[in-house]
């Protein structure tokens, strides 16, 4: 399978990433220690880091974490807290010995690796009691009491700047087994988060449909954000309103 392309290798992206994303690795963070039934961690390693969000989530119940991600300018920008460290490196050539860690943790990241390289790494890297959590979180479209914005969302932003092809990522146990890991348990896990306009906008701004036509140079920054805030502006009459994100969670286990 061929690389995806990394779209948030730019640096004006990234900034956009660290201003605009809102933190949704704490509560899913939370679930990983309510599942594998375990508080902390000894090592975790955080794959596809981006600005550290999930890393710094994860430091939380970790004594040690290390987060990586393949873009520079991502990695600039990530804060650092006790017992973080990062390292720019590939999902797929991970530059650490076998037996590392006893959790591997991938958020918002595993549809942009080569899955079997990143699979095969992982079970190395991990220890035989190890845990590898992938997760992916969207937001749903959807503002709450409101179904006139989910049209807009779909019809209006979505129809002009639509989700770039991406890998399927769907993980089965099927295709985990010849790896080393058994597909322990899948779920959904739902978030509202209450934001005011401006914080909806800088979200969007982050989005790969978005990065994809600025970064290419197809629509100027400003001007697809000028699109984007007169889009909402009806929906949020200058108040924070709440909106709805889910994310589709799969916990792996280290098995033969």
Known sequence: MADAKNYFIHATAAERYARGRPDLH???????????????????????CGTGLSTRAIASVADRVVGI?????????ATSGPGIAYQQARAES?????????????????HWFVPEAFLREARRALRDDGWLVIYNSGFLGQLHGDDDFAQWHRSVYLARYPTPPRPPADVTDEFVRPFG??????ETH????????DQFVGYLLT?????AVVEQGSERLKDVAQFIIQGVAPFFGGQTRILKWQSHIDYLRVCG
């Open 26 to 48: 704490p509560a899913i963070v939370r679930r990983i220690c309510e599942v594998t039934g375990r508080p902390r961690f000894a090592s975790a390693l955080d794959v596809g």
């Open 69 to 77: 991600d393949a873009s520079p300018e991502m990695l600039r920008l």
């Open 94 to 110: 991970l530059p650490f010995a076998d037996w590392s860690f006893d959790l591997i943790n991938v958020g918002l990241a595993f």
């Open 181 to 186: 890991f058994a597909l322990v348990k899948k």
């Open 190 to 197: 739902d978030q509202e988060i209450p934001m005011s306009s």
């Open 207 to 211: 989005q790969s449909n978005v990065i």
